[in-house]
């Protein structure tokens, strides 16, 4: 008979370690938030700064908002992937217990 093994543990800290793959994703995403905010007014305040902004703020905001949709989505992604882990564990637990070899 197969069985289940799940090993939360081990998801939160061997193989793919899904927090720090988090944490690396919301740390890339917040050097792009910073680069973003730096280089504002890069093309100027005058005619070719206006002409610059017409064609690159609506894909800064548009990048912007998809960095902090994917941020979002991976934090939670990898919680409850951990989460889900320990209640298979949890249940595998029971299972054992209520069971005598």
């Known amino acids: 008979m197969s069985r ?3 090993d939360p543990e081990g998801l939160r800290q061997g193989g793919v370690n899904i927090q720090a793959t988090v944490d ?14 730096e280089n504002r007014g890069a093309g100027g305040t005058g005619e070719i700064g206006e002409k610059f902004d017409s064609g690159y703020r609506p894909g800064e905001e548009q990048g912007l908002k998809f960095l902090r949709l994917m941020q979002r989505t991976i934090g939670e992604t990898g919680s409850r992937t951990v989460k889900t882990a ?6 595998s637990d029971d299972a054992d217990g209520a069971v005598r070899p």
Request: negative net charge; proline residues 0%; charged residues 15%.
């Open 4 to 6: 289940l093994s799940v």
């Open 86 to 91: 320990g209640v298979f564990s949890e249940a």
């Open 24 to 37: 690396l994703a919301v740390n890339i995403c917040n050097e792009l938030f910073v680069a973003a905010e």
